[in-house]
């Protein structure tokens, strides 16, 4: 088996502020993915990547960039957090075409 | 446009009933498809999948689904629920792109003592 590590767990920002999420897996997995859920809702694609050094825009890219430098890892950034933003983010990977894995998320808190 | 639905936004079933959450989806071809759980605070979990095969899959923990491809639908089945069953449960699906995963909206269980 393998695990997705997300860090950090919670993250508050400020308003405007440029804010950087982690993620690392151990499966050895090609693609790797970023939603963002908010409260009580369901989950929206924010970017993928099919391999290292591959970026694909989600229907949510907008106000966020992304970046896998490494097979085993993708950061996500929120170029210009939004006051009152208030989501869960989170990180999966997969085999291609295959069934995805989850992290436990990075909840995030704009101030 | 390819769609997945997930009619019920919240199910409430009591404790040893049986459940059925319905997932329906929209396209022509023979999609992958998954069920996941979400518990409070937590990321999501692979129940089951079915890529080919016996229409009926099983999971973990009980559930079932079955894939009725005349129906277009992949509707998720528990004998009996327990109360540690409650959970958000999205259904998910996989069509043309091999990349990308097509969501419902996620359908809450509530268990009744």
């Known amino acids: 088996g393998g695990i997705i590590t997300q860090t950090p767990k919670f993250l508050i920002g400020q308003e405007g502020q440029k804010l950087t999420l982690k993620c690392q897996q151990n499966?050895?997995?090609?693609?790797m993915y970023w939603y963002r859920q908010d409260s009580g809702k369901g989950l929206r694609l924010i970017y993928y990547?099919?391999?290292?050094?591959?970026?694909q825009k989600g229907d949510l890219s907008e106000g966020y960039d992304a970046s896998r430098e490494k097979k085993s890892s993708f950061s996500l950034t929120v170029t210009s957090a939004q006051k009152n933003e208030m989501a869960v983010f989170l990180c999966?990977?997969?085999?291609?075409?295959?069934?995805?894995?989850f992290g436990p998320g990075t909840r995030l808190t704009v101030l | 446009a390819q769609s997945v639905t997930q009619p019920d936004a919240r199910v409430t079933v009591s404790e040893g009933a049986s459940l059925q959450l319905r997932c329906k989806y929209s396209?022509?071809?023979?999609?992958?498809l998954f069920w996941y759980v979400q518990y409070p605070r937590q990321g999501l979990q692979l129940l089951l999948k079915y890529y080919s095969g016996d229409p009926v899959v099983q999971g973990v923990n009980g559930f079932e689904a079955e894939f009725i491809k005349s129906n277009s639908s992949f509707h998720l089945r528990k004998a009996s629920v327990h109360w540690s069953d409650s959970a958000v449960y999205f259904c998910?699906?996989?069509?043309?792109?091999?990349?990308?995963?097509?969501w419902g909206s996620g359908t809450k269980l509530i268990i009744k003592p």
């Open positions: 499966f050895n997995h090609d693609t």
């Open positions: 998910a699906v996989s069509m043309d792109s091999n990349y990308q995963l097509i």
């Open positions: 999966a990977s997969s085999m291609t075409g295959y069934e995805q894995y």
């Open positions: 990547s099919i391999t290292e050094n591959d970026l």
């Open positions: 396209y022509s071809g023979t999609p992958y």
